[in-house]
């Protein structure tokens, strides 16, 4: 069996199955998160939620996958057809390859590279380019507008969310992911670096098109933005390229600040618990806050958006990193690159 898997088919088979064993269940997850966000919205506001579709309504993402699929795809006329299509494949295809780095246990990942947090941020970055093919394949003034919206607030916060991942390397001394979450076993970094966990979670919002940052979708000025001319499976995919990122982000600030897989604190009990148990408690907390935000606060101008990324979170991160490393190099505690 040694031999069979040091064979290039074998090692090909073993990372397949590693990429069926996180993106299987990432998908479900993702299913399940467009239900627990209805019926968390739903509790804020004393709605019901889903509650016909099976017990509890557990089937509905089940019947809203269904229904997409044999809806028709509408393709306007004046579209370009190649890019149209492109579009949402590419959103969707960047969000589940970025999870080939998420370590969810101790060298638990299906690619074990030393540059695990620069591929994040480069995969982060391209999918813009879903989103801006989309808006100009479609042929509309609105899903363009939508797209210009969205390249431009993704530029914006991107600039704070590297300052913020810099800081956080400095205390780890390594780009390794599993490296970062080992480097919290004593203290998590949302606790020593509280402003940064902050600014990184905001930054998320507005990464992922989230209220109340989804001016890209604005519904009272652009007609649902970018997406406006899709539908059936086409709309779908951008669907769950929003809520797989979602995920990931949320796997990303469990990751970078709330100690991974690691059990809060070391402390004794929860040791017992699985390390990937752990993880993906700690990625539906930061859902259930993604879903809150969206129940709490109302969308932003645009304006509003772009003073808070580039006037409020740029220099206030910039001064953080500064800070953070003036205080490593005081104290002695600069680590050693691994």
Known sequence: M?????????????????????????????????YAERKVLAAMQLRKGPNIVGPFGLFQPFADAIKMMFKETVVPSGANKVLFFLGPMLTFGLAVLAWAVIPVNDGWAIAKINVGVLYLFAISSLGVYGVIIAGWASNSKYAFLGALRSAAQMVSYEVSMGFVMVTVLLCVGSLN??????????????????????????????????????????????????????????????????????????????????????????????????????????????????????????????????????????????????????????????????
């Open 177 to 338: 992911l599993n490296d970062v979450v080992l480097a919290q076993q004593h203290i998590w970094f949302c606790i020593p670096l509280f402003p940064m966990f902050v600014i990184f979670f905001i930054s998320t919002l507005a990464e992922t098109n989230r209220s109340p940052f989804d001016l890209p979708e604005g519904e009272s000025e652009i007609v649902a933005g970018f997406f406006v001319e899709y539908s059936a499976m086409a709309f779908a995919l951008f669907f769950l390229g929003e809520y797989t990122n979602m995920i990931l982000m949320s796997a990303m600030t469990s990751i970078l600040f709330l100690g991974g897989w690691l059990a809060p604190f070391g402390i004794e009990p929860f040791t017992w618990i699985p390390g990937p148990i752990w993880l993906i408690l700690k990625i539906v907390l930061v859902l259930f806050f993604f879903l809150w935000t969206r129940a709490t606060f109302p969308r932003y101008r645009y304006d509003q958006l772009m003073r808070l990324g580039w006037k409020v979170f740029l220099p206030l991160s910039l001064l953080w990193l500064v800070l953070t490393a003036g205080a490593l190099m005081l104290f002695g505690w600069l680590p050693h690159a691994v």
């Open 2 to 34: 040694d031999a069979f898997l040091n064979t290039s088919f074998g090692i090909t088979i073993l990372t397949f199955i590693e990429a069926l064993a996180i993106i299987v269940p990432v998908l479900i997850l993702m299913a399940y998160v467009t």
